[in-house]
């Protein structure tokens, strides 16, 4: 059974930093693009940032460029999301997700597995 266990989430003042951390099992995780998107209150799925299978090629989006960074360690069978100078406009729940097609199914928020999301709250 493929599980995503996203956590790291919380409440943060505007400026802060966050950690979100993703665990997979139930697959061989080396095989899959892994990343994350977001939703926030009333809106569509958001991809964040995605890294591929290789690790060779990350892609993130306008919003979060030079704010967050991806990193994978497919050891441990885990993906993070370093999440600097936070914005009220970055509170969403985030999934952690994966896909075997690649990145683009996670850039557009239809990747085919995701999990349970991880709330981030930014107060401004």
């Known amino acids: 059974e493929v599980q995503l266990q996203a956590s790291g989430g919380g409440l943060v003042q505007a400026g802060g930093s966050l950690r979100l951390s993703c665990a997979a099992s139930?697959?061989?995780?080396?095989?899959?693009?892994i990343g994350w998107f977001r939703q926030a209150p009333g809106r569509d799925r958001e991809g964040v940032s995605c890294i591929s299978a290789s690790g060779g090629s990350t892609w993130y989006a306008d919003s979060v460029k030079g704010r967050f960074t991806i990193s994978r360690d497919d050891q441990k069978n885990t993906v993070s999301l370093e999440m600097n100078n936070l914005k009220s406009e970055d509170t969403a729940v985030y999934y952690c997700?994966?896909?075997?097609?690649?990145?683009?199914?996670?850039?557009?928020?239809?990747?085919?597995?995701w999990g349970q999301g991880t709330l981030v709250t930014v107060s401004s």
């Open positions: 997700a994966a896909d075997i097609r690649g990145p683009e199914p996670i850039q557009s928020g239809k990747a085919d597995y």
């Open positions: 139930g697959f061989t995780v080396d095989d899959y693009a």
